[in-house]
């Protein structure tokens, strides 16, 4: 059991030797959502030991080729491993198309269940509902048609208290009705109210805001948010460039994570043109301390 | 000034660590072209330090994925990088219009002009001709349309004899005259055949039969070549699979090098199931002897 998130890939536009392109899986409790798919994503999962077979749902947030040219590959290499189970692909609607041909020109048919969900098509807020967590969707600001993605928890349940079990002894049948919201009638009439017996849980999410220029209505989606993954394509020095290209800088990133208080700020998409990631992170970090910059690999466990 | 042939991806329908997708670059005096373009190839370029700007021609032997699906990120890199040169892709038809919808999903146009062959509409036999080597195409059996390739070098001249020189003490224009074939005529008047003067050359090849079953029309196109890569995607007892998938075995591409008396057969494509590499290359040694398997990175120069 987790909710854990590993960054596969946390370059920009092309690929160098340090980072590969934009990846994401987000395990909780051991159904697996990946959130874009660059080019070598399928590698990366291989290096970094992911289970991919236990991936349910691929999010891409848009058709730039660095975040969904490696989509293709592993919906073949699935199929040769004579996947099963139903693979929910989410994106905008160009992206059915892109794939249909490339298996059409192939095989008949993938040997599993695919289905798609047009992102254009369904309103803001959340678009997928699993047993342990939802995805909501928003819009960001960028060249084409971009979305962000919020992965939240759900229905985890808080721990009945000791003393409540000492001194009332509830049945199997009576914690799990506690736990579900119903409050607790003693013996003598006295109602407990289930927030006095069960420990509250904090719920965890993760947010995914790449690719945008500087977009606050993301704010109100990501608001305590435990990881805010941002990209900062470029330094403050080049705010015309990433205006230009509609991209982040540092500060943008950080200016979003001041305001929507996320606990943990995780830079991406970086521009290959940087080396010292100290001087990178730092500028963030003048606004909003608890910032990291994400690296291949880098794994952030929020629970077990 | 070479003739050098690097293999990035040499396995076989979905990468391993050790083994990444179908690739190779030919450098024919700094005019490269790429076989096949698996997911992951131009991070294998950069591992292995290949200069892909002088890369001009790219050729996709047929449409399944572990042998293209490398291809529109490449493209895009080359865009990312303000590619100026003109780009030659030689390939099945389809593939034309894979790379359009990708490309106009994200941009107006490449930076750069593409030229797109359609290798189904082409006669076998010689296709492209550069100043320095010839690519000629034939087909291959595989489960849909494919191709093979050679890779000529043309126009390579040998040396005058040195005796010749300081018998006769011929000016530069009568050396080039003798170096593109006249013959040389003594202030005798005695004929010398430019045959008796120039050192004869030999103009190195190299071939690529992947993914093909085992496939004796190939022999007419391949005859010693330097270098034959043929696909061994299985062990011998594994024929009967070879056949149903349209591959071969390390016996068949074995007897296709002996037949076409090529000098070096080096085994590609290679099955994830196999790991004991030399049980492998023993098989195919047993009918002929140089033979090698490739690996990622592997670098055969047949001439500086």
């Excluded at 069960?198 to 500087?214: E, G, I, K, N």
Aim: charged share 25%; hydrophobic share 40%.
């Amino acid at each position: 059991m987790a909710f854990e998130i590993t960054f596969l890939g946390t370059g920009a536009a092309s690929p160098t030797l340090s980072r590969g392109l934009s990846a994401a899986v987000i395990n909780v409790d051991e159904t697996l959502c990946l959130i874009d798919c660059g080019e070598g994503t399928q590698m990366q999962m291989l290096r970094f030991g992911i289970k991919k077979d236990r991936i349910r749902h691929v999010f891409i947030s848009h058709l730039h080729g660095d975040h969904y040219f490696g989509l293709v590959g592993l919906l073949f290499t699935w199929h040769l491993h004579q996947r099963k189970d139903e693979l929910h692909i989410w994106g905008p609607f160009t992206l059915k198309e892109i794939l249909e041909i490339q298996i059409k020109t192939s095989v008949p048919n993938l040997c599993y269940p695919l289905i798609f969900h047009d992102l254009e098509s369904l309103p803001d807020g959340v678009i997928c509902i699993e047993k342990r967590f939802t995805v909501s969707k928003f819009p960001l600001n960028h060249r084409l048609s971009t979305f962000g993605f919020l992965v939240k928890e759900t229905g985890r349940q808080g721990n009945i208290s000791k003393d409540f079990i000492e001194k009332y002894h509830p049945d199997p049948e009576t914690i799990r009705k506690i736990k579900e919201g119903s409050d607790y009638k003693t013996n003598e009439g006295i109602i407990i109210p289930h927030t006095d017996i069960v420990t509250p849980v904090r719920l965890h999410s993760f947010a995914w805001c790449s690719d945008t220029a500087y977009h606050p209505p993301v704010i109100e989606y990501v608001t305590d948010a435990d990881v805010l993954y941002h990209e900062a394509t470029f330094t403050k020095d080049m705010q015309w460039l990433a205006e230009e290209k509609g991209h982040s800088t540092t500060i943008d990133a950080a200016l979003i994570a001041a305001q929507a208080k996320v606990h943990h700020l995780i830079l991406g998409h970086i521009s290959q043109r940087y080396s010292d990631m100290d001087e990178f992170v730092n500028e963030a970090k003048s606004i909003f301390p608890h910032t990291d910059v994400a690296y291949d690999g880098m794994r952030i466990k929020l629970r077990n």
